[in-house]
């Protein structure tokens, strides 16, 4: 069966220019690994929440998802077709099937530009509607849907006159007017008021289904990743170190950088008792990774083989692939 969204080996490496130190001396050059060997698929459908502390390289996996980026290897594919194919054949066809929400939503639109202007300029890009006075109407339903209504009262307003919720929620429905094939959402509520961040989930959850797109949501907030998204995938230093269903994974973590990070998340329950596993060592840089586990000099159950070899896949009962020497294969 062909997936909506398909990611093999994807890594972007970035050479760090050689600078004069302080002693005079040059330094050398040091490549970066903001994403290395990333590889999982979606459905239709289908939502996967990436979380991960900042500088994992969550950011640029959604970048590179949707060809903002030129990864330095690897695939991603767009049902069994290469997007690289796809957007040199017809980049605006490929640009209907691939979206980007970004985090911050005043950077979104242009600020020149009122949001009937916005949403006009997209209908008549891509050819949606038979005429002016349809794409109009399309414009009205799609404000209205949003929860911005009267919808006329929104048309000639500036970004600038509208909150920063508004304005996301404006960023969802025009992306969605394309009906694209996923969709990455990188941190779309982490701007937000707290008030309106449930509205926002909800909206994105209720059109990818409606839809059928395939959602990769970016986040550093787990309990808003555990609501939204079917499966999960926990990034560290550009890797996935544990992919799997939501709660399997969310209740049952496996990997020890899964654990920590969720021992150190706020639990729903209030009496709830949680042991908090702080990590050790110094905070982890994607420069210059050794032959080992990245995640080793930092584990507490780390061995001698955890630094000298990176750790294969191994899947659990359950479906749960954990990148951990510690884990085997079949593992409950």
Known sequence: MTKALEVKNLKKYYVQKKVIKNDGQKSSKQTIKAVDGVSFSLEDGEILG??????????????????????????????GEAASKLLMKDRLKYRRSSQIIFQNPFDTF????????????????????????EQLEICIKTLNDAGLHPAEDYLDRFP??????????????????????????????????????????????KLTKEHHTALVFISHDIATTRYISDRVAVMYLGKIVEIGKTDD???????????????????????EKREVIKLEGEPPTPINTGPGCYFAPRCQHACERCFKEYPQYRTKKNGVQVACHLVKEGDE
């Open 50 to 79: 990436i979380i991960g502390e900042s500088g994992c390289g969550k950011s640029t996996l959604g970048r590179l998802l949707v060809t903002l980026e030129k990864p330095t290897s690897g695939q991603v594919f767009l049902n």
């Open 110 to 133: 242009d600020p020149r530009h009122t949001i009937r202007k916005i949403l006009m300029s997209v209908l008549k890009l891509h050819k949606i509607g038979k005429n002016a006075d």
């Open 160 to 205: 600038f006159e509208l909150s920063g919720g508004q304005l996301q929620r404006i960023s969802i429905m025009r992306s969605m007017l394309l009906n694209p094939t996923f969709l990455v959402a990188d941190e779309p509520i982490s701007m937000l008021d707290v008030s309106i961040r449930a509205d926002i989930i909800s909206m994105l959850q």
């Open 249 to 271: 994974i969310l209740h049952h973590p496996s990997h020890p950088y899964t654990q920590a990070l969720i021992s150190n998340c706020a639990s729903l329950d209030p009496l």
